[in-house]
């Protein structure tokens, strides 16, 4: 099977997205073996929402190019 996405990350956050399975986004340095995906937390830390923030729009201004 053919599997689609694409993965961006700083310092210490990751941002994946997967056809099949959505958006996920990982605390690196808490969690590094992915296994607490921070979007489906209730109140992820602030720190890590401005941080999806940031590679999201990265992400997609890459796409764009």
Not at 19 to 30: H, Q
């Amino acid at each position: 099977a053919n599997q689609y996405g694409w993965a961006i990350r700083d310092a210490r956050y990751k941002l994946l997205h997967d056809e099949e399975v959505g958006e996920m986004f990982f605390d690196l340095e808490a969690d590094p073996w992915e296994t607490n995906n921070l979007l489906v937390q209730a109140s992820p830390p602030s720190e890590a929402t401005e941080a999806y923030r940031v590679l999201s729009a990265e992400a997609a201004e890459l796409r764009d190019k």
